[in-house]
């Protein structure tokens, strides 16, 4: 597929096949691809620095860079090296002298990646830092378990079991490689005129079929280079290059599609997604210890909350709240639960400060609270935009931001 992306008019982008599973396939699938188009030496590893990255993106422009076991780039710009492959150019250089800038590398490709971990986790753990939408657009994460417990493979065609099957591959693709590359490209010079019309169309037609109704821009994006995948399988089938049945590349990318689709929780915008799991991710670790009971804020015998971060207090059914202690025993007794088997739910009343810099860290808090909204999640004072000030016990008017119980019915 990646001699095809300049007649379809597509970017670059990635895939990347993680799992925690040793011996699964993973590499023996990287060293099947490149095989395609050159021997053993054509896959290359992550164990470089992104200056180092840019000339190997030049070398495989038009084709595709096959890159083996993530954990060996560092994990604090494991993150900026798949931006920077997909974005097609290089970091911008001045001279020596400090004159005019030297001119920048661009490249076009496509890029397959392995690891025992995915882009999101090495970046965590390598920097700590948190992955944006962009990236997991741009480098899409493949779980490599096919699902059939044989690892990477759904078939071993007639092997005994997986790891012989692995061992026929990596002593063919070591005997038999750089062929079908060079014929496919000569192939696709010969039919340049109608190519860009074909894959238009024929790109447009699978993530139709495969996009789920109202999925968000981030999945077609990412549909449309699995279909990508999908048609040139198709064209190379037809040039004679395969002995493949027809619809076999097809059914193979729409089976990782929907393998990423299944990895990425849904068709809905990433951004959205990962703002909602914060919050639920913060109360589901600092609710019990961080929040205080509403209804035991003014009894000085109440066990202290260290650091603070807000109240919560219990609603029940009809949404109808229990605000002092004395209501919540009349109501519901001595204990946390009510006596009638009546359900009950949990709201945070979060301060305002503590949700801006540590409830939506590393996002904006208008955008947080415009998400929250929007999925029921936040109940604004009546006449303000996003937020409440309730008269907070032994507190006093404070300015929250009131999570719904909501949250935490959401599928994510």
């Not at 949990?346 to 996002?363: H, K, L, P, W």
Request: net charge neutral.
């Amino acid at each position: 597929a990646g001699p095809l992306l300049r007649p379809a008019g597509m970017e670059s982008g990635g895939f990347h096949i993680h799992g925690n599973e040793s011996s699964s396939g993973k590499t023996t699938s990287l060293r099947v691809a490149a095989s395609v188009n050159g021997g053993p030496s054509y896959m290359q590893t992550w164990r470089n620095t992104d200056n180092a990255l840019e000339p190997m993106a030049v070398q495989h422009c038009d084709a595709l860079l096959i890159l083996d076991e993530l954990a060996q780039v560092d994990g604090k710009v494991a993150g900026e090296c798949a931006y920077m492959l997909a974005n097609e150019r290089g970091k911008g250089r001045g001279t020596r002298n400090g004159g005019a800038m030297r001119p920048r590398h661009s490249w076009r490709l496509l890029f397959l990646s392995s690891g025992e971990i995915n882009l999101a986790t090495h970046m965590a753990e390598g920097g700590g830092k948190r992955i944006r939408a962009g990236q997991e657009v741009r480098m899409a994460d493949i779980p490599s378990n096919a699902g059939a417990g044989m690892g990477a493979f759904e078939c071993i065609h007639g092997h005994a079991n997986p790891a012989a099957f692995a061992s026929h591959l990596n002593r063919e693709v070591q005997a038999c490689h750089g062929g079908p590359g060079l014929v496919f490209v000569e192939w696709a010079c010969a039919h340049w005129g109608e190519l860009p019309r074909r894959l238009r169309d024929g790109v447009q037609a699978l993530t139709g079929q495969w996009v789920p109704q109202g999925a968000s821009g981030q999945v077609q994006r990412v549909a449309a280079r699995f279909a990508l995948v999908a048609i040139a399988g198709e064209l190379a089938t037809e040039a004679g290059l395969t002995g493949w049945d027809a619809s076999e590349s097809e059914w193979a990318a729409r089976a990782c599609f929907d393998a990423w689709l299944a990895a990425r929780g849904g068709a809905g915008n990433g951004e959205v997604t990962a703002m909602l799991r914060q919050v639920r991710r913060f109360l589901e670790a600092h609710g019990e210890g961080r929040m205080t009971w509403w209804h035991r804020g003014g009894d000085d015998h109440n066990a202290k909350t260290l650091h603070r971060a807000g109240y919560r207090r219990l609603v029940n059914k009809s949404g109808k709240p229990v605000k002092n202690d004395a209501e919540h025993q009349r109501e519901y007794g001595e204990r946390m639960t009510p006596a009638d088997g009546e359900e009950v739910s949990t709201e945070y009343f979060v301060f305002a400060e503590v949700f801006r810099s540590e409830v939506c860290q590393g996002f904006d808090y208008q955008a947080v609270c415009r998400v929250l909204l929007e999925h029921w999640c936040l109940i604004p004072e009546a006449g303000r935009s996003f937020d409440c000030k309730p008269r907070l016990p032994g507190m006093g008017n404070a300015r929250c931001y009131r999570i719904a119980p909501a949250l935490f019915e959401l599928d994510l």
